[in-house]
């Protein structure tokens, strides 16, 4: 049996014991408490640390949007205009994704303004083919005063104002290329010298070119490139005129290579620095699409429309070598597959055109020239040559019988037809009949067929006397020298040249509209 004193003493043990257990409990708790707060505390000072740190995010992306709109944006719409221009960075860490925004930004300003330079060539395509309409008539009425007057003074003023219209032509058809038009002409197959004599024609201070042709005679060009080629001969003159003295030569030589024939322009003039060559280089490569606002204010076109040729018609040019007078040198390449041959002999170049060097090398050429001046040919005795009626009316008149007006020539002559290649130098001066010594009545050769020598002005082929004096005896007594020409008869001379130029070409446009 239990005592209570051990009853109490056991109860008292197991009290102590709790109360042990209880204040342990409540020292940890106390701690764990305190631990919380703790971190509480950090959490809070944390909080605050990613408030003040998202505030100041959000500040600096803020400023780097506004430095986006306000600078980077508008320096990178500059720069595609003018490459040259600097675009800002990020002000920090935040802008590092805006670069996909100024990318969208370039591809869309890029289609904007190829869209733009769209309407605005379509609108100078318009403007530029009504001019052209305008300038060729006005070309036709200027040629038909020139036919129809025989003043000297006024025919001098006439082909001045030709001349005036051909350059306004040159401009709006280079307008027009560039712009994305046709080159607007279509020609037969012609001499290469005559294609390079027609494009130097279209230029003020042609008369300073001098070109050298060192082809074969009779190699011309195809149809279809006969006039890109004038076109860019006329632009590389025209670049070499205006950047060189007036009293420099431009020098054009022509010659055969390889892969088809070149046309080199050397000037004298002030020459270009290495970024402006390669520039012009690229631009007459054509590899790449020029827009109008490339070209400067005012535009500068004449390389962009040689580039665009290049592209289009299979030529090449090349600016990257000095020239050796100082200047710049351009080389022009016309490949085999444009290039034609027509005989020298039935279809000659232009009077205007620079005679071949290579006449004195082909003993072929010269025995098929010799043969075409011996051939003879069947007499007309409907109708005298027209050479020999410039001639008779260029003759003092001796008698009440030989007329001397104008009005005499006005015969037609189908036997005759303009040039193939117009060529604008050739109409500036036009040569005038020489008056024959009294009593010795020069000697013509006879009349080519029409068939064979439709494309030619009348020309005067005289033999000189002492190569048929095997035939004819000489005469016992020279003649008396032809007194000088007065003006009337120069006038008459001039008039009956005009007449028979118009009754050419008018024959020639009836055969060309023969149905047979």
Not at 75 to 86: D, L, M
Not at 211 to 226: D, F, K, Q, R
Not at 301 to 313: C, E, K, N, V
Request: glycine letters at 6%; aromatic letters at 2%.
């Amino acid at each position: 049996m239990i005592e209570i004193p051990d009853l109490a003493a056991g109860g008292l043990a197991a009290g102590t014991l709790s109360a042990f257990v209880l204040g342990g409990g409540l020292i940890r708790s106390r701690r764990e408490r305190a631990r919380q707060r703790e971190e509480i505390t950090t959490l809070r000072s944390h909080l605050d640390a990613a408030r003040h740190e998202l505030d100041r995010a959000a500040q600096a992306f803020a400023a780097e949007i506004a430095h986006l709109a306000a600078e980077r944006m508008p320096a990178e719409a500059t720069r595609t205009a003018h490459p040259h221009v600097r675009v800002p960075g990020p002000l920090g860490p935040a802008g590092a994704g805006t670069e996909a925004v100024l990318e969208a930004l370039r591809t869309a300003m890029a289609q904007e303004r190829k869209r733009v330079d769209a309407a605005a060539r379509a609108g100078m395509r318009g403007a530029t083919r009504e001019i052209q309409a305008g300038l060729y008539r006005l070309q036709d009425v200027l040629r038909g005063l020139q036919q129809r007057y025989d003043d000297p003074e006024l025919a001098q003023t006439l082909f001045a104002l030709d001349h005036e219209n051909e350059q306004s032509l040159r401009r709006a058809q280079v307008a027009a290329v560039v712009c994305g038009a046709w080159v607007g002409l279509a020609r037969e197959e012609s001499h290469l010298v005559d294609a390079v004599t027609g494009g130097q024609a279209r230029l003020v201070g042609y008369h300073r070119v001098q070109v050298h042709n060192h082809l074969e005679p009779g190699t011309a060009l195809v149809s279809h490139a006969v006039e890109p080629v004038a076109i860019i001969v006329a632009e590389l003159l025209d670049n070499a005129l205006r950047h060189s003295s007036p009293d420099t030569a431009v020098v054009v030589n022509l010659e055969r290579v390889h892969h088809g024939v070149t046309v080199t322009v050397d000037d004298a003039g002030v020459g270009m620095a290495s970024d402006e060559r390669a520039a012009a280089q690229r631009l007459v490569a054509g590899d790449h699409q020029i827009l109008l606002s490339d070209l400067g204010d005012p535009p500068r076109m004449g390389l962009a429309a040689i580039g665009r040729l290049t592209r289009q018609f299979d030529v090449s040019v090349d600016l990257s070598t000095p020239s050796p007078y100082g200047g710049v040198r351009a080389v022009l390449l016309v490949k085999s597959h444009l290039l034609s041959r027509i005989d020298p002999v039935l279809h000659p170049p232009a009077v205007s055109a620079a005679r071949s060097t290579r006449n004195a090398v082909e003993p072929e050429l010269a025995a098929e020239q010799a043969r075409h001046t011996e051939q003879p040919q069947p007499a007309r005795q409907d109708r005298p040559d027209p050479q020999t009626r410039l001639d008779r009316q260029a003759r003092p008149t001796t008698g009440p019988e030989q007329p001397t007006g104008p009005e005499q020539s006005t015969e037609p002559e189908p036997h005759a037809a303009p040039p193939r290649f117009a060529d604008p130098v050739a109409r500036v001066a036009p040569p005038a009949a020489a008056p024959a010594p009294h009593g010795d009545e020069p000697v013509h050769e006879p009349v080519p067929d029409p068939a064979q020598d439709g494309d030619q002005l009348p020309q005067r082929r005289r033999r000189v006397r002492a190569e048929t004096s095997s035939a004819a005896p000489a005469p016992e007594a020279a003649a008396p020298a032809a007194p000088a020409r007065t003006p009337e008869e120069s006038a008459a001379a001039l008039g009956a040249l005009q007449s028979a130029t118009a009754a050419a070409r008018n024959a020639a446009e009836t055969e060309g509209n023969d149905p047979r």
